[in-house]
Structure formats: structure tokens, C-alpha cells
């Protein structure tokens, strides 16, 4: 599954650099996860870095956006080979 931030998001800010995948941006209201880029942090960390350090335990994880671990990490191993191509 991917992450999603709910509409009690503070903008507080604080996620957003946290994502090893850039995948947290500002929306209309409040900040947002593109599920294409979420891996929950698969690939870089043991938990999502967004949950960690949200103080108002917005982000859930997203029911519609279901995701096998296996589907996490060749989401990772993509994502990052698209990176490196690009530096």
C-alpha cells in the first residue's frame, strides 16, 4: 500500500524533506503522496519516515492503493534506477 495524508494535515512541513522518494508534495489544501513514487520506504528505511515524524498522525495508509511488499521493493529497485539515470 501507498501513504496518504488525510485532511487533518497541519502543513506543518516536517514529511515532506523525510521522503527518501520525493513522493510528498504540496497539494491544493494540504501536503499529498503520489502513489506512484511511495514505497512506505521499502528500499531505505525499516518504517515510513513520514509516519515517524508526523505530529498529528495523519498518515494512514492508503486502502485503495494496495501493495504487496514485492511490489514495494521493484517499485524501489525502479525508482531508484530512474534516479541514477538522471544524475
Keep these: 500500500m501507498a501513504l496518504l495524508i488525510t485532511d487533518d494535515c497541519i502543513n506543518c512541513d516536517v514529511c515532506e524533506p523525510e521522503c527518501p522518494n520525493d513522493a510528498i508534495s504540496m497539494g ?6 503520489d502513489p ?13 519516515q513520514c509516519q515517524q515524524v508526523c505530529p498529528v498522525a495523519c498518515i ?21 534506477a530512474e534516479k541514477a539515470k538522471v544524475a
Design 36 to 48: 506512484h513514487k511511495c514505497t512506505e520506504c521499502v528500499g531505505h528505511f525499516d518504517e515510513p
Design 60 to 80: 494512514p495508509f492508503n486502502p485503495e492503493w494496495r501493495e504487496t511488499r514485492e511490489q514495494l521493493e521493484a517499485k524501489y529497485e525502479r525508482l531508484t
Design 28 to 33: 491544493a489544501e494540504f501536503y499529498q503522496i
